[in-house]
């Protein structure tokens, strides 16, 4: 009898506990479409510009796109002119409302000076959000003394890894 009940409490706990882990899933995969608001990021942020590193290609593209969906302009900055003119492009195309500028500069490049300069663009606008997308690793793991390039390749990846994020603020 006692085992009886002992059976049906451990069903009924290990029942509950299978309901309650299939409502969390359901509610982790519905809940940010049913209960909650979007996030108004341009609210949260104070200020109408994202500056977005690396913006002409991959990852960095898809933050413009995004953020000027959500209504930001933007300002792009990565090396080659002629990608953020074509970026520019494709964004107002999607996004006609925005406005759109760019800088070109190379973030492997440590100038103190040459940063002022973009510092200097950049503080022209009103920003709120910083995308520090760019980055540089190698191309494939290798022991630290044979990557290709050597040291001038290592001194790079340190640059363009820890500059951005400590001087573009
Ligand atoms: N894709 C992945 O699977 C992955 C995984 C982990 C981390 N990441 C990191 O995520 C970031 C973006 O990756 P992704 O795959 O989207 O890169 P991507 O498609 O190669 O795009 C790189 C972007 O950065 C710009 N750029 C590259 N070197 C630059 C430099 N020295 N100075 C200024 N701009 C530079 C490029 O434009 P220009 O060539 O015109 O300068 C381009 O707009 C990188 O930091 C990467 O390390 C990516």
């Given amino acids: 009898m006692n085992i009886d009940w002992f059976a049906i409490g451990a069903g009924s706990i290990l029942l509950l506990y ?15 479409y049913v209960f909650f608001q979007p996030i108004d990021l341009k609210k949260k942020a104070g200020a109408s510009w994202a500056v977005v590193t690396g913006a002409t290609d991959g990852i960095g593209k898809s933050y413009c796109f995004e953020l000027a969906r959500r209504g930001f302009n933007i300002y792009l900055v990565s090396r080659t002119e002629s990608k953020l003119v074509q970026t520019k492009k494709d964004i107002l195309l999607k996004h006609p ?5 760019y800088a070109t500069f190379d973030f492997t490049n440590p100038s103190p000076i040459d940063y002022q300069k973009l510092l200097s663009q950049l503080n022209a606008v009103n920003i709120g959000i910083l995308i520090n997308n760019v980055g540089m690793f190698f191309e494939y793991p290798e022991y630290i003394h044979q990557v290709e390039g050597g040291l001038d390749t290592l001194a790079n990846v340190a640059i363009v890894n820890i500059l951005p994020p400590t001087l573009v603020v």
């Fill in 18 to 32: 299978i309901v309650y882990r299939i409502l969390l899933v359901l509610f982790n995969i519905l809940g940010p």
């Fill in 97 to 101: 409302d925005v406005e759109i500028r």
